[in-house]
């Protein structure tokens, strides 16, 4: 797990995410062997309290969202591929210049043979959504995740995998939102276009039918395009596990020690340690919990500060009711963002580092009407309170959903 992947983690999209829930693809066997084609299309209407997460003169919209996609997949024998497209179409009542057309896409090849696995991997996405704790409001990004890896087995118990990946990320100048209350932000923010590139390798010990714990070594190099005195170089030693530890507990936790230092010595080198990942403990047969935990530096563009070092832990419950069609889900957690350098306070005269704690919960229930048919309902909250009051926000989110997936 490359810190290229930490860093993207809110905007590259995974293949399970573009199917809104388990359901019947369309088989092309007859024209294609091995080909299933997975369209759907959802309707979103949300109502969401704080859009530009400011801590005062906040501004509310209702944000009408239509979302088409389409997974297809390709498995023959030991060789398997995959390509989907998502899109977020959103219409705001109000603040129509806000309005806007995310776009989420991912290609991936796959070899598995008895000793070898190959994968290579390619995730897009250009959203309005944040991307990390510390930027707020609608604001466009765009990320591209090239990865492949590769694993070969030396022995039953002992394998040895290596992997590389570059991140390519870039905000536009006619970011959404240049008129909103963070048009500042916005401008500052394109500061962090830049490209990470990484790699390692990993000793993958099966200490369990199903399960690996892994140490692996990584180095890379990020490059900023409009401000090269932010480069940087890491290094990354960390120990791993992933699949399933007994038959109810799955993990892909990893914990570990990263350097990272200023190419030029521009900004304080930090040292220290760096977790991510999660568990999932299968209760009962309808029932499980999930704990989600991470741990690393994130760039920052507030004044000075080159990173900050984000901590947040959150935990989920989801529970299936007798005949599988109504589930309820539940998450809540929260993190602080340490800040490495000292500021200016607001009497102009003290310095002191600036410390953010953030707080939050979602919940919802989904209905399956039909296989083919579903629709849900959902409530999120989040906050953040910082000793730099201009930072502290509320913001409330209700939202219902129909999709028709085939």
Known sequence: MSRSFRLAASVVVCLGTFLPAPASALDF????????VTPFVSEKVEYESNVFQTPNNTRGDTIFKTIPGFLAELSRGPFGASVGYRAEILN???????????QFGVAQLKLDLPRLKLQLRDDFIETTDPPGSELTGPIKSQTNVLAPTAEYRLTERFSIGTN????????????AGSSSPNAQQ????Q?????????????????????????SAQYGAQTFENDSNRNYRLGI????LRGELTSKLASTFRIGVEHWESSNGSAPSFTGLIMGGGWTFQVAERTQLTLTTDRSPQLSVFENAQYYISSSAWVGARHEFPGRKLVAWLRVGGGVDDYNTKQLTANG??????????????TGLDYVIQPWLRTGIEYSFKQRTSNF?????????????ITLQF
């Open 191 to 215: 500061q962090l276009d830049g490209d990470l590139q990484i790699g390692g390798a990993t000793l993958w010990w099966k200490f369990a039918p199903k399960a690996d714990g892994g140490l």
């Open 186 to 189: 916005n401008q500052v923010v």
């Open 29 to 36: 066997e007859e024209w294609v062997p091995g080909l299933t």
């Open 164 to 175: 590389y990946a570059w991140t390519h990320t870039r905000f536009p100048s006619t970011s």
């Open 349 to 362: 005269v003290t310095t002191k580092y600036r410390q953010d704690t953030l707080a939050g919960a979602a």
């Open 389 to 401: 009051r201009q930072f502290d926000y509320d913001d409330n989110k209700v939202s219902a959903r």
């Open 237 to 240: 030693v960390a120990l791993a």
């Open 92 to 102: 705001y009542v109000t603040l129509t210049d806000q309005n806007t057309t995310n």
